[in-house]
């Protein structure tokens, strides 16, 4: 019963901190902790997927791995990660890990000399998000509740992680739109300025436009600024003659 209960005290715990404010890292970092706390695990290791690339890219470790981050990839169908990645199937080997056919041993990765090794998905909505994988330095029996606490931490990063990608990805495209209509407005007002200097001076466009250009990197100041001020010093001119010829009249 008491183990029942420390089961569902871990499963509220895992799933208030997904729910939380906390950033993507800040959560894979509570989560990872967890997870190793879980399964007694000597190292736990987070990949996600990039989808550009159709590879797992290391992302977060419970030991220091801090050269290897966001550098190490293994490709999808490649090793046990990347067959757990392309099968979306969880994997538990519970000794000589490195005997599995499917094994495919990195330098880099001290856990790839460890004896156990268990490798859930991460999942939302039928797409890959990335890999989570625990490891034990020596043979390590992988309890059905442990295989299970394992796979709901796999759902509930899934799910959280698509949720960030998501957000990021409309921000990305709000901001795209923003800077899109930013540009058409410069253009619009430095073509009205050009217009400005062309009837002003009789000069062509081209002309303009390098009158523009240089008067720009002389004074180190945008063209959207100088062309902003042409405009501006037209208007206050117009008003001054409107202004003239009420007083006249």
């Not at 791995?65 to 519970?94: P, Q, Y």
């Not at 000589?96 to 001290?110: C, G, M, S, V, Y």
Request: glycine residues 6%; negative net charge; proline residues 2%.
């Amino acid at each position: 019963m008491a183990v029942a209960d420390a089961e569902v005290g871990l499963l509220h715990r895992v799933s208030n901190v997904v729910s939380s404010e906390l950033s993507v890292d800040e959560i894979l970092g509570e989560v990872l902790g967890l997870a190793a706390g879980a399964t007694a695990c000597d190292a736990c290791l987070v990949y996600l997927f990039d989808r550009a690339s159709n590879e797992m890219v290391l992302h977060a470790s419970q030991v220091p791995h801090a050269a290897d981050l966001g550098k190490l990839r293994i490709k999808v169908g490649e090793g046990v990660t990347g067959w757990v990645a392309e099968n979306k199937s969880a994997v538990a080997l519970g000794k000589n890990a490195f005997a599995d056919p499917r094994f495919k041993h990195f330098q880099t990765l001290i856990e790839d000399t460890y004896e156990a090794f268990l490798s859930v998905p991460l999942v939302s909505a039928g797409d890959l998000i990335g890999v989570v994988n625990v490891h034990h330095r020596l043979p390590h029996d992988h309890s059905s509740e442990e295989i299970a606490v394992m796979k709901f931490i796999g759902e509930q990063l899934g799910v959280t992680i698509s949720k960030s990608l998501l957000e990021r990805e409309n921000a990305r495209l709000m901001e795209e739109t923003a800077e899109m209509k930013r540009e058409l407005e410069t253009r619009k007002i430095i073509e009205r300025a050009k217009g400005l200097l062309q009837q002003k001076y009789g000069i062509t466009e081209e002309d303009a436009y390098f009158r523009l250009r240089n008067q720009s990197r002389r004074l180190r100041r945008p063209m959207r600024a100088l062309a902003e001020a042409i405009l501006l010093s037209e208007d206050l001119d117009r008003d001054a003659c409107a202004a003239g010829d009420e007083r006249v009249a």
